[in-house]
């Protein structure tokens, strides 16, 4: 069972930036498509970004688009979410998600996609 991992959380104030990074046990991050979905206090778990097996495919949820960016570094073993003008609605538990894609570009949205979760990591933005 591959274990997922986040880190970088923390407390940001309306405007800065957060790095969220995402590896996989094993050194195994190659074989997976990457997602990132956060949830607030009394909400729904939602999507937020996705990546594709080889890094070539990325999709983002309306809400972060032009502020997120996800990448991954197969070497590295990473998959990092960079998260620019943060704004207090963005305050979540973060996860990242793993599974095994049908193909290299594959990318999935939903959680009911996802094999592995990580425990999550608190991004906090102060107005």
């Known amino acids: 069972q591959v274990q997922v991992v986040e880190s970088g959380g923390g407390l940001v104030q309306t405007g800065g930036s957060l790095r969220l990074s995402c590896a996989t046990s094993?050194?195994?991050?190659?074989?997976?498509?990457i997602g990132w979905f956060r949830q607030a206090p009394g909400r729904e778990r939602e999507f937020v970004a996705a990546?594709?097996?080889?890094?070539?495919?990325?999709f983002y949820a309306d809400s972060v688009t032009g502020r997120f960016t996800f990448s991954r570094d197969n070497f590295k073993n990473t998959a990092y979410l960079e998260m620019n003008s943060l704004k207090p609605e963005d305050t979540a538990v973060y996860y990242c998600?793993?599974?095994?894609?049908?193909?290299?570009?594959?990318?999935?949205?939903?959680?009911?996609?996802?094999?592995?979760w990580g425990q999550g990591t608190q991004v906090t933005v102060s107005s």
């Open positions: 998600a793993a599974r095994l894609p049908f193909s290299v570009s594959a990318y999935y949205t939903t959680r009911d996609d996802y094999e592995h």
């Open positions: 094993g050194r195994t991050l190659y074989m997976y498509a």
């Open positions: 990546i594709s097996r080889n890094g070539g495919v990325t």
